[in-house]
């Protein structure tokens, strides 16, 4: 036999499965407390559910336009004005994917090119960078410092290079919780319009936030508005991540061209689920009230026991994850720290090594504490002996 020549795609060289992923089983291999993967482990709220369940009774399984239904294009544009001071037409200027992943990943192959840069603040969200990897694009990275995690315009500007043509902003941020205040949007607002810079957003945990702080789309500061595709999903605030459902706001020439990928690599956003997120859209305000003040105490419970663990919290601003230092604690990696935890507590976190490419990563670990309250109350009363 003649012997064979394939292998798996240069594009995939260096590439793993998160250790997001792989903390995932491995807990399910210890039968412990997940608090490492943001799988959201809450109940849907029943208008979204029985909105999915009335369009799967209604016969509406089949193909929806690739751009998404109208319907839910509409009650995006509605909420859009309404919270995040943004005017987007739903015929032209949004764009329902498969998740805040597909948005992104339709961004990258619509509007950038093999080679191009794309500056990351770190630490990242994973999926960002390797997303842009696989792409074909060279990342450029902007560390921040704990515990702030402070933006500062001349240290952007650093940061970029020649070959940069866009720059990644997710607020408020996984994993560290920051938000990106108004006057750091200014700042990157000056350096866009200078550079002519592409901002890809990812606004996923808008509705979790803390302490009385508003929510800032970047789009709607300075000039951004135009060099800006803004992304948002549905997944966390509806407790509905295994849904798979997001959208994409951006001016109607990027959009043509995202709709053009999305097609082509996913069709459409399943559509009864559609329909059960458009119904979940016109939840009253005090939904919103609920949602906040549920995680504002999960928080402060799992800070409290992190804090008696002597694993210091960086309490976090926004979204529903909180990285602690452990650095103190004599483990030789992140990786290694986390794999103690589980054996001594069945609760799981995630390296920080996971959000960085260097030493900075590594006394860090990152939880979760989107779960039900007994659940959590369980994996606090756990980590506190630990």
Not at 25 to 48: F, K, M, W
Not at 167 to 195: D, Y
Not at 282 to 307: H, M, N, Q, T, V
Request: charged share 20%; aromatic share 6%.
């Amino acid at each position: 036999m003649t012997p064979s020549t394939l292998e798996t795609a240069r594009r995939l060289h260096g590439l793993v499965q998160s250790d997001i992923r792989r903390m995932t089983r491995e807990c399910d291999l210890a039968g412990g407390i997940n608090l490492g993967q943001g799988i959201c482990a809450l109940p849907t709220p029943p208008l979204v559910r029985d909105g999915a369940i009335a369009a799967i009774r209604a016969g509406k399984s089949i193909y929806s336009y690739p751009e998404g239904i109208l319907e839910l294009r509409q009650a995006i544009a509605a909420k859009l004005e309404r919270k995040n001071g943004l005017r987007a037409d739903p015929l032209r200027e949004i764009l329902v994917t498969v998740g805040a992943s597909g948005a992104f990943t339709a961004a990258l192959h619509a509007l950038l090119d093999p080679g191009d840069g794309i500056l990351i603040p770190e630490p990242y969200y994973g999926y960002h960078l390797n997303a842009a990897i696989l792409g074909g694009l060279e990342p450029h990275f902007l560390e921040l410092a704990p515990p702030a995690f402070e933006v500062r315009e001349d240290e952007l500007c650093a940061a970029l290079r020649p070959s940069t043509r866009a720059v990644v902003v997710c607020t408020p941020s996984n994993p560290s919780g920051k938000m990106w205040s108004r006057a750091e949007l200014e700042a990157l607002a000056r350096v866009a319009a200078e550079r002519d810079l592409l901002v890809i957003t990812d606004e996923i945990y808008e509705d979790i936030v803390y302490d009385g702080r508003a929510h800032v789309s970047p789009a709607t500061v300075g000039g951004l508005g135009q060099r800006t595709v803004t992304i948002m999903g549905l997944s966390k605030t509806f407790s509905i991540t295994g849904w798979r459902l997001g959208y994409a706001v951006a001016p109607e020439w990027m959009v043509r061209a995202m709709t053009v990928v999305n097609d082509l690599f996913v069709v459409c956003a399943p559509t009864p689920l559609q329909h059960g997120v458009a119904a979940g859209l016109g939840a009253p305000a005090s939904f919103y009230d609920e949602l906040r003040a549920g995680y504002a105490r999960k928080r402060e419970w799992i800070c409290d026991a992190l804090d008696g663990a002597g694993m210091n919290p960086i309490r976090p601003q926004g979204a529903y994850y909180v990285l602690a230092d452990v650095g103190h604690l004599g483990h030789a990696s992140a990786r290694e720290a986390a794999m103690a935890l589980l054996e001594r507590t069945g609760v799981a976190a995630i390296p920080g090594s996971a959000f960085y490419r260097g030493a900075a990563g590594e006394r860090l670990l990152r939880f979760c504490y989107a779960c039900e309250d007994d659940v959590l109350r369980e994996a606090c009363r756990r980590l506190r002996g630990a």
